[in-house]
T-cell receptor, first 113, second 113 residues
Framework: GENVEQHPSTLSVQEGDSAVIKCTYS??????FPWYKQELGKRPQLIID?????GEKKDQRIAVTLNKTAKHFSLHITETQPEDSAVYFC????????????FGKGTKLSVKP | EAGVAQSPRYKIIEKRQSVAFWCNPI?????LYWYQQILGQGPKLLIQ????????DSQLPKDRFSAERLKGVDSTLKIQPAKLEDSAVYLC???????????FGQGTRLTVV
């Protein structure tokens, strides 16, 4: 069945460093790849997304890259800040306009001041 | 814009009891998802509705879980009878249609004792 693998499961960086989280997906028909940030006890919230017709997208300190051939996509956070500490989930859509979102298992990011 | 509303926020029940969760999606969103999020894991899709029809319920434990979305708006998720392993946060999400940005509710934290 559909699957999304996410690595690493935990990531610890110093404030100001960059953080990279990687995901792979199994269905070559997937066309939408969102990233969610979930702070402790709160709902997942979308931070950036990318569609399969785009290779890279940036929003201030956050960027996402997509390699359709290899079926993987990555989240890049530059100049990390303590408030970036949270669990980050990648997801991939399956099934087109009737499709759903399958989530990775999450990466717990800790940014140390 | 009002977000996805869920109730209750917290529920504690004994095993073998029944419980129901309610979700009101964002107005105009055709797609509604129920996810189960066990502590430390990513959201796992239980069921997806497109309007009032079920699109995907392949991971719904149908011997104990049921869900409905009458009139294509509000939805309820029921567990009967509950097991200890059902302890989790149940997240409702909605999107304009499948394969697009999903907006999450605050979730219902279920503890089965």
């Amino acid at each position: 069945g559909e699957n999304v693998e996410q690595h690493p499961s935990t990531l610890s960086v110093q404030e100001g460093d960059s953080a990279v989280i990687k995901c792979t997906y199994s269905d070559s028909a997937s066309n939408y790849f969102p990233w969610y940030k979930q702070e402790l006890g709160k709902r997942p919230q979308l931070i950036i997304d990318i569609r399969s017709n785009v290779g890279e997208k940036k929003d201030q300190r956050i960027a996402v890259t997509l390699n359709k051939t290899a079926k993987h996509f990555s989240l890049h956070i530059t100049e990390t800040q303590p408030e970036d500490s949270a669990v980050y989930f990648c997801a991939a859509s399956y099934g087109g306009s009737q499709g759903n979102l399958i989530f990775g298992k999450g990466t717990k990011l800790s940014v140390k001041p | 814009e009002a977000g996805v509303a869920q109730s209750p926020r917290y529920k504690i029940i004994e095993k073998r009891q029944s419980v129901a969760f309610w979700c009101n999606p964002i107005s105009g969103h055709a797609t509604l998802y129920w996810y189960q999020q066990i502590l430390g894991q990513g959201p796992k899709l239980l069921i997806q509705f497109q309007n009032n029809g079920v699109v995907d319920d392949s991971q719904l434990p149908k011997d104990r879980f049921s869900a409905e979305r009458l009139k294509g708006v509000d939805s309820t998720l029921k567990i009967q009878p509950a097991k200890l392993e059902d302890s989790a946060v149940y997240l409702c999400a909605s999107s304009f249609h499948g394969g697009t940005e999903a907006f999450f509710g605050q979730g219902t934290r279920l503890t089965v004792v």
